[in-house]
């Protein structure tokens, strides 16, 4: 019976049955006395227990597995699945209490100890969870890592340090230990023992460009530049080839007055192909600023932005079209814009400064195509009214502009400018049919509108 018992504990993902338990039954033997019908009982009220879990029937589930335990008070498995249930039905005491037994009696099982660990840890019983922890590092090394975390939750910063050293020192570096690392430094102001903790990984691993990059950024948020820029040529020299580097470096450059060396590392991050596209618009942006400082560096910037183009990232083609726009380029501003926007379809920024675009460039049927349809999308919004009225006068199709016009102006709120220029399209449309009245009205009302701002 208690083999065929362990079996369906298995398929209930319940593998904690100590060997011991289901041992001790001879299989092969003929009940001689009334224990075969208590093996069925407590099997019976095993399968309703699990099964009343399964559709989170906790009370029910409690009821079985007590009834469990007063058939055999001797399995371990009973008291931790008890534990669960009443962790469930927020009996934390009753919990605390059944996951306990478990473990007393069978101390070295890791999945109780795991499963008291996390009980602890979310009623914030932060010492009981380290007593616990502790227990269960022997099992496996994240176990370690969980225990450094636990140790800064209790504000044992040193503690915690301490840890995370001695696993960087088995196992490597890892991001996961690096983020609470700086996390550690940052909490305590320790700027000099992080950036001790970086030179000395430079000087364990000289070849590895990450250290060397994180050097660099910490140095700078130290305002100890100049050995930021010598670790940054540090790192070109070691490695000729890192694109990463230049982030860093065409600032440096710029700062030590040696433009030229600062276009190319501008060139080589704008070329980079393991550079993020948001890291790339900003040194963009920085080289926009500089070619407006310096005039004569302006073809060098064209070069850029020409190498930036074709790109698939649409926070990069927005950011070129922002810039030609800057510039008066409204074409190739229109060009960037609707390459972002087939990348980001959705994204009504975009969508309305290519229609403004279509607009500003003579484009009106491309204008009153984009504005009718982005209407089917947000037909709340008073500027697409706005701009699908203008696109209607200028292609002289005033009735439908009338139309249009009159239903936005019932979505403008608290905007004298743009229920302003309504009016003057309005009073446009009008002309445009010929009913000089009408036209004079929507005019004056602009006009009295526009002496109100």
Excluded at 49 to 61: F, H, L, P, T, V
Excluded at 73 to 82: A, I, K, N, T
Excluded at 108 to 126: A, T
Excluded at 146 to 156: G, H, I, Q, W
Aim: hydrophobic share 35%.
């Amino acid at each position: 019976m208690k083999h065929r018992l362990y079996i369906v504990l298995f398929f209930f993902g319940i593998f904690l049955v100590p060997q011991g338990y289901y041992a001790q039954v001879d299989f092969n033997k003929t009940p001689d006395d009334d224990l075969g019908n208590v093996e069925d009982q407590f099997q019976e009220c095993f399968y309703e227990a699990m099964k009343q879990k399964g559709i989170e029937n906790y009370d029910r589930a409690v009821e079985s597995l007590l009834k469990c335990i007063e058939l055999d008070q001797s399995v371990p498995v009973l008291y931790f699945e008890l534990g669960k249930s009443y962790s469930k039905l927020k009996n934390f005491g009753a919990a605390e209490d059944a996951l306990k037994k478990a473990i007393d009696k069978d101390p070295d099982n890791e999945w109780f100890l795991d499963e008291l660990y996390g009980f602890y840890i979310l009623q914030n019983e932060y010492d009981k969870a380290l007593k616990i922890v502790k227990q269960l590092v022997k099992y496996h090394p994240d176990y370690k890592e969980d225990l450094a975390s636990l140790y800064m939750r209790m504000e044992k910063y040193n503690d915690a340090l301490k840890i995370l050293d001695e696993l960087d020192a088995v196992h490597g570096i890892s991001l996961s230990r690096d983020i609470k690392r700086n996390s550690i430094y940052e909490l305590t102001g320790r700027k000099k023992d992080q950036i001790k903790n970086l030179e000395q990984r430079i000087d364990d691993n000289p070849e590895k460009e990450s250290n060397y990059l994180a050097l660099i950024y910490r140095y700078s948020q130290n305002n100890q530049k100049e050995k930021a820029f010598e670790t940054a040529k540090e790192l070109l020299k070691i490695n000729p080839n890192s694109q990463k580097v230049h982030l860093a470096l065409y600032k440096f450059y710029l700062d030590e007055d040696e433009p030229e060396k600062a276009i190319e590392s501008m060139k080589i991050v704008v070329k980079s192909t393991q550079i993020k596209p948001e890291a790339k618009l900003k040194v963009l942006t920085d080289f926009v600023n500089f070619a407006g400082e310096n005039p004569e560096y302006e073809p060098d910037l064209m070069e850029a932005t020409t190498l930036v183009e074709g790109t698939n990232n649409s926070k990069t083609l927005s950011g070129l079209g922002q810039y030609y726009l800057a510039k008066g380029n409204k074409a190739k501003a229109l060009e960037n814009f609707e390459a972002a926007l087939k990348l980001e379809p959705n994204n009504f920024g975009l969508s309305k400064n290519v229609m403004l675009l279509y607009l500003d460039l003579n484009k009106f049927d491309l204008a009153n195509e984009k504005t009718r349809k982005a209407l089917e999308n947000y037909p709340s919004q008073p500027l697409l009214y706005l701009m699908c009225g203008v696109s209607y006068n200028e292609l002289n199709k005033p009735q439908e502009a009338i139309e249009i016009l009159e239903i936005g102006l019932d979505y403008i709120i608290d905007d004298t400018k743009m229920e302003s220029d309504f009016y003057t399209q309005l009073s446009k449309a009008h002309a445009l049919l010929g009913n000089t009245t009408k036209a004079k009205t929507f005019s004056d009302k602009a006009k009295q509108l526009q002496n109100t701002n």
